[in-house]
């Protein structure tokens, strides 16, 4: 059974960094695209940033340069680090991968980005 488990949120100043982590369990997910997607209250779930088996990352345009995403596949996790974190990066930051067509989701992890 494929699990993720997110960690690493919390509440840090505009201007503040955190790491996210995202623990895979339950298969070796080296062959697999990984992905951070973040929720903000009252709006649509969003595409954060993407890395694919190979190491290729995608970003949204609201993170780049400021984000980076990573993976240790020795580990089975994958890494967000933000950087210069603003108010509107507050949300529920959630990990995703897909295998055969079926999509798995951790239960998120809530960041939230205030003075």
């Known amino acids: 059974q494929v699990q993720l488990v997110e960690s690493g949120g919390g509440l840090v100043q505009p201007g503040g960094s955190l790491r996210l982590s995202c623990a895979a369990s339950?298969?070796?997910?080296?062959?697999?695209?990984m992905g951070w997607y973040r929720q903000a209250p009252g709006k649509q779930r969003e595409l954060v940033a993407i890395?694919?088996?190979?190491?290729?990352?995608n970003y949204a345009e609201s993170v780049k340069g400021r984000f980076t995403i990573s993976r240790d596949n020795a580990e089975n996790t994958v890494y967000l680090q933000m950087n210069s974190l603003k108010p509107e990066d507050t949300a529920v930051y959630y990990c995703?991968?897909?295998?055969?067509?079926?999509?798995?989701w951790g239960q998120g992890t809530q960041v939230t980005v205030s003075s």
């Open positions: 995703n991968t897909k295998i055969d067509l079926m999509g798995f």
């Open positions: 339950g298969i070796d997910f080296r062959p697999y695209a």
């Open positions: 890395i694919t088996g190979a190491g290729v990352r």
